[in-house]
């Protein structure tokens, strides 16, 4: 079974569109993530879900809106896609928030999105 | 300057050999410190996890965190085709903001037969 799956793993879609990315966890984690990874490979955390709270918010475009229904699940919805949204975005998981021995931090495949 | 900085290769060894991968980083906040490997077309996979400063041991893996010089390598003993991959340094402040990884840009390593 995948700890960290998220669907879909390639979208080609045109710009001006609106395409979500669903994630889910059966781990039974508190805490997901988004994350981007550019063309140049730097890893960039977007989003940080803890018990369906948002906790961290970096400075994202609002065209990006993340949802967490439940604590296994965090799915990000993006609006009026632009070219420079194309990029992989990864889900992610931790038992908890704060930092303490083994909290480890889990990536899902990955999500190609290309922007066309 | 980026807080985490990471020579992005690409590394090419032959097999058997030792492979050294370092970061250094400007943020003394920084307290935990991990090693993630990333095969083509996959998500990032952890391979070491180091708190504070110190020296961690991991099979064929040893991950040496230095905060005083803000340096931190993995060393990969015996390499092995197998260990073809994008190797990622993260860390973070912990606290609250744990979850805020701070990557470096990826080493590409490749070890051929």
Not at chain 1, 60 to 89: M, Q, T, W
């Amino acid at each position: 079974d995948t700890a960290v799956s998220q669907t879909p793993k390639y979208l080609v879609t045109q710009m001006g569109n609106d395409k979500s990315i669903k994630c889910e966890q059966n781990l039974g984690h508190d805490t997901m993530y988004w994350y981007k990874q550019d063309s140049k490979k730097f890893l960039k955390i977007m989003f940080s879900y803890n018990n369906k709270e948002l906790i961290i918010n970096e400075t994202v475009p609002n065209r990006f809106s993340p949802k967490s229904p439940d604590k296994a699940h965090l799915n990000l919805h993006i609006n009026s896609l632009e070219l420079g949204d194309s990029a992989v975005y990864f889900c992610a998981s931790s038992p908890s928030n704060r930092g303490f021995s083994g909290n480890t931090i889990y990536f899902g495949e990955g999500s190609w999105l290309t922007v066309v | 300057q980026k807080e985490v900085e990471q020579d992005p290769g690409p590394l090419s060894v032959p097999e058997g050999a030792i492979v050294s991968l370092n970061c250094t980083y400007s943020n003394s906040a920084f307290q935990y410190f991990m090693w993630y490997r990333q095969y083509s077309r996959k998500g990032p996979e952890l391979l070491m996890y180091t708190y504070s400063s110190g020296n961690k041991e991991d099979g064929r893996f040893t991950a040496q965190v230095d905060k005083s010089s803000k340096y931190i390598s993995l060393f990969i003993r015996d390499s092995q085709p197998s260990d073809s991959a994008t190797y990622l340094c993260a860390m973070t402040p912990g606290g609250t903001s744990y979850g805020k990884l701070t990557f470096g840009q990826g080493t590409i390593l490749t070890v051929h037969p």
